[in-house]
């Protein structure tokens, strides 16, 4: 018989930088999560990636155990990443911070794929552009 879930947590945590403190102790708290435990199991997991910032779905049980997922890092970060800068523009519609090239969106495209709700890889190009235009971030 399936356990049963009494909570869905959504948390973004940098790879293998887990702590038990704020945000995300309390978090687990609330939830009745063993901290140390999932700062451990979470950071183990998540070590290849240091560098992202990884969204992680953590679902809990009646019985205090969990299981957790983690996702692709957000599309935003990921084209700062692929860019090189800090963050995207103030006013995306008339100063922009960059030029993201098609080949750029098409490998940022391919990774989040998986998290995506694209029928095909166009389509999440098309949402990457989206999101790169949104950051005052031209696409070439």
Do not use: C, H, W
């Not at 989040?112 to 999101?131: R, Y």
């Amino acid at each position: 018989m399936a356990k049963k879930i009494t909570k869905k947590l959504k948390l973004q945590i940098p790879a293998g930088k887990a702590t038990p403190a704020p945000p995300i102790g309390p978090a687990l708290g609330q939830a009745g999560i063993n901290i140390g435990d999932f700062v451990n199991k979470f950071n183990t997991a998540s070590k290849d990636r240091i560098g992202d910032i990884l969204p992680v779905i953590i679902t809990v049980y009646e019985d205090r155990t969990y299981d957790f997922v983690l996702k692709q890092p957000p599309t935003a970060s990921m084209i700062l990443k692929a860019l090189g800068i800090e963050k995207g523009s103030g006013k995306p519609n008339t100063s922009k911070v960059g030029v993201l090239t098609k080949a750029q969106v098409k490998a940022i495209a391919e990774k989040k794929m998986v998290d995506m709700n694209a029928v095909d890889i166009a389509g999440a190009m098309k949402m990457v552009e989206g999101a790169a235009r949104s950051m005052g971030i031209d696409v070439k």
